[in-house]
Each structure stands twice: as C-alpha cells, then as structure tokens.
Nanobody
Framework: QVQLVESGGGLVQAGGSLRLSCLVSGNTFSINPIGWYRQAPGKQRELVANMYSGSSPNYADAVKGRFTISRDNAKNTVYLQMNSLKPEDTAVYYC?????????WGQGTQVTVSS
C-alpha cells in the first residue's frame, strides 16, 4: 500500500514562493514516475512536473523556469519548489505516483496566489 501526503500549501502574494512536500510511504525510488498535478476551479487536472528515475524532470510549459521538482530518497519525500508565483497558479496541488502499475494520489494541498 502506497500513501502520499502533501503539505506546504497556503496563501502567497504574486511573485512569492512556496515549497510543497509529498511524504511517501515506502521507498520513493520504487515509485516511478512520481510528480505533481494541479486542478484549478472549473478546470481539468493537469500535470505540473514529474520525474522518472534516472531521467531529467518534465515540466508543464506554464511552470518551466519557475518550478523545480526534486526528491530526497532518504526522507521519502518529493518536493515542488515554486517561485515567481502567479495568480493563475492558484489550484489544488496533488502528489501523484505509479507503483506496480497502479496510480496513487495524495489528498491535495491548496495553493492560492493573490494579485
């Protein structure tokens, strides 16, 4: 059983930064890929960033150059560093991972960027 628990969301002004954390039960290395999605009100859930073991991360065009995904296998945690935040980044952010062919989601954490 895999559990993903997000934290770090909140309210921030435009131009600010937040770091989201996803604590993974089990070894993060065995969950592949692992990453972040987001869902804004009235919109579909979309990929923000993800990473496959041994490969460079993938980023949505809307966040390239502003967001950075990283993983700390010793802490079983995946991070999403978000800089230069914009109001359009407002959404619920979900941690996502695939393990043994099954897709797992966290409960989500709200990020609100005020203008």
């Amino acid at each position: 059983q895999v559990q993903l628990v997000e934290s770090g969301g909140g309210l921030v002004q435009a131009g600010g930064s937040l770091r989201l954390s996803c604590l993974v039960s089990g070894n993060t290395f065995s969950i592949n890929p692992i990453g972040w999605y987001r869902q804004a009100p009235g919109k579909q859930r979309e990929l923000v960033a993800n990473m496959y073991s041994g490969s460079s991360p993938n980023y949505a065009d809307a966040v390239k150059g502003r967001f950075t995904i990283s993983r700390d296998n010793a802490k079983n945690t995946v991070y999403l560093q978000m800089n230069s935040l914009k109001p359009e980044d407002t959404a619920v952010y979900y941690c996502n991972g695939i393990y043994q062919g099954r897709i797992y989601w966290g409960q989500g954490t709200q990020v609100t960027v005020s203008s």
